[in-house]
């Protein structure tokens, strides 16, 4: 039986005087010194390593408390030790549980929380004596925040949280005996406060000096404070975002930077981890090496992740684990059964058992299982991803997703569009800051068709298929399985996607188009042969009652789809927009696709083919059953239907085109789209052939009605788009001009010509442009569009019988030319004229495709010119340059060594 003292019987400590009672306690307190100072060194030490991982920046101190500042505590706290009700004793020792502390003050409340978690797995935490003291404050109050944990070393779950730092031996037993049985037999503890830089400020300023005191501190000072606390919160909030911004720009490096820049960062970082550890020890080097890894993967070099992480694939550090095990997986996407997939799913493995909580690990799990075709566990790790953070966008339309299927029911969807919305706009903020692309345009994609907004989801679909490039084999990949990009990932993940929604497609508007869109789009992005064969089964030709067998397109003849608007809104614009591109195709050879109808853009389009004598053949596709009031246009027309049971017009009947083009063998950059006036319709087509590769011009046009505008919006920088001003001529230019490869022989015969447009075009561009390299240094892609131009007026002179060669010795002993007199004459126009305006024509499409754009005020830094007009806006002044090089053309071809003739 424990003998009665002021150290167990609070009736005894009560009747001690203050000087008694501190003469009693603080020469007890004096025998932990020894043991407290190991704790502090401790302490800072693991809360460094730890903050490491989560917070590099975070600032950690830590402190044994001193002897006047526990005197003054247990003063202060004295008549709380002495409750009679109170089950422990009134030993200060006993009851205090921070006699050593650390602190780690963070950039931001998420900072803060990844923290918390650490700690909560790192050590083991005596839950009622700690505190999230925010939650003192009520709605409407500002002041202190902070989370203060009173914690206690356990070596293995220190281990298993990747902190290496050395326990001592006092931290693992038990204080002196000289203490008194109770305190004595008491594991040492310690006090871990976390808190942000801002929260920190806030405690510093205010609240130990208002609060910590037996001083009634008047209420217009506690007001002033509170509203100082009100300040730092919301600055707290702006920090978060401003930091999370930061973040998002260092972790996807990849997406500001050039390749070269990346590969730069690479190569500094390997010369980090080169370094002997002695001078750079290993708790350095592995945020380095997971900081290089994930530049690595950004710029798809995942063997060089690999290599990266390898010398650190034994340690315990949850990161370095996921990003081997995710390089791992992804370079054998294809192949599930490879060794090496197998080991990268067990790193995940680890990472999971590291951070059972981290949904980013949680779902690379899941999307393993998926690709595995274990679809029950997928399910179950998209759950735990989705418990662990709601908010990550992609995670959660996958579990949606899975959810739907398994119940095939559209009800889980129906009841979790609000968190739709929120995956939707924290995705749209991944791509204003050009995180995750491929990953959130999947989300838009997805989260549009699951909230029955299916033109909003082919968009979607397109920007993920624009960011894939033709996927080749890379190495370690097989030939019959390519190791595809993030993009072309995310297109395969959207076919299983659509595999696994069928069950409810009825529920889901445009799931046929999205559907249909994605085999387009994976035939043509990653070269897809199952694809390819679905596509070729869909042909027009199969699916008709006379079963033709042949394709209606032939690869060597121009093909032109007019898209744009039918309502009767538009009908008023369509006169003088169908004057233009009659103009543009007199005389062309083409095959023409639109809507089969007399109204709008189709019955524009009719009116050409009529016009063409034969040289244009028009195809129309629109709906099996057409709406009542739509006049079909059969006469001049060759009818394709889309799809059987279809009652209206949908993005399905130019998907059908696009079906028929690529099962005909035509590729689509052997293809333009002329847009005028569009509506939800035509804008979708615009994304389909963009997305497939097709060049696009939208024809501009003040007049029309907002609503008929096309907002390039997330095309905007794209080389095959083309915004033309409503010019005959420029229209003309644009279905002209060919990128086609051109043969050895005809880059020879036109390199001195193309030589020459590229000299032309260096005197009005802008310093640092690209395309002022030397002819030499020119990409192949900038050649091949200075010979474009050259053959393009090859083939307009030819129009006007004549021709060009090179300059022999008998050309020279001639004098050149002169234009106004070998051109051709009509009764309407001057031929020079004619040619000049088809020069403004040729100029203004070589100008937008390098990027230029329309403005009232010239600026070359900036790519903008006033000039971007149709010909009979350009001033007379601004025409003579045009007349004048027509005029001069003779005299600049012999410049580079060629010779107009005349047939």
Sequence with gaps: MNTKSPLNDPALASKLTDEQWVALHVPRFAHTAAAYAECETFLKSALKELAGQVAPLAVVEARAKGVASFAEKILRKRQTYQDPKDPLPPDPL???????????ICQTAGQVQAVCRLIEKAFVIDWPNSEDVSRRLRTAEFGYRSMHYIVQVDPKLLLQAGIRTPVPQVLLGFLPEVLGPQAAHRPLKAEVQ??????????????????KTELKVPDRIQRQYANLAAVLEGADREIECLVAALGEFRSNFGAWHEKTEVEKEISYARVLLGLPDERLPLTAKIPVAVRAAQLALAIGEHHQAVQILKPFQTEHQAAVRRILGQALVELHWHDSGHEDFALGQD???????????????????????????????????????????????????????FEAASVSSDNPLRMATPMIRTALTRAQCQIESRANLASAWSVVAIAHLFLNEPFQALH???????????????AGASAQHPCPCAAGRSLLRLRETVRRLRGIREKLSGFDWFERFLLLALATRLRDERAKRELANLASWKKSVAKEGMPHFKPERKILVLAGGCDPDVQPFMERFG??????????????????????VSGVAGDVTAASNGRIQAFGYLPSHPPRGVSEDTERFVKRFSAPKTMDFTPLDPLQAWTDLLAAGIMPPDVRLLCYAPGDIARAECDIALTLGARVGIVMDAALPKERYFDAGAWKGCPELLLLPKDAMTIRAFLQIDRKPLSDDDKARLKPAAMLAHQEYVKSATPKDASLQPWEKLSESLQLSNYCQVAYWENTLREYGLSVRPLNEADKARAPLVMAAVLPHNNSRDPVTELAELEHGRWNVERLSFGWCYAPEKDVAKKLSPWLIPWHEVPPEIQRFDLEAIAGLPKTLRQAGLELYKL
């Design 460 to 474: 979607g679909l397109g920007q993920v298929a624009r960011l894939c490039g033709t996927c080749e084999a890379k």
């Design 347 to 401: 790193h995940l493995a680890k990472a999971g058992e590291l951070a059972p909580t981290d949904a980013e690990t949680l779902g690379l799990r899941a999307e393993c299982a998926a690709q595995t075709g274990d679809d029950v566990e997928a399910r179950r790790l998209f759950a735990q991803a989705v418990a662990a953070d709601g908010a990550e966008p992609l995670t959660l339309v996958r579990y949606l997703e």
């Design 194 to 211: 976390v808190r942000t830089l801002l929260e920190h400020a806030s405690s510093n300023l205010g609240h130990d000096s208002i609060y």
């Design 94 to 104: 006993v009851r205090l549980t921070d006699l050593c502390g650390g602190r780690i």
């Design 579 to 600: 004057r233009e591109l009659l103009r543009a195709c007199d005389k062309l050879v083409l095959d023409l696709i639109s809507g089969g109808t007399r109204s709008g």
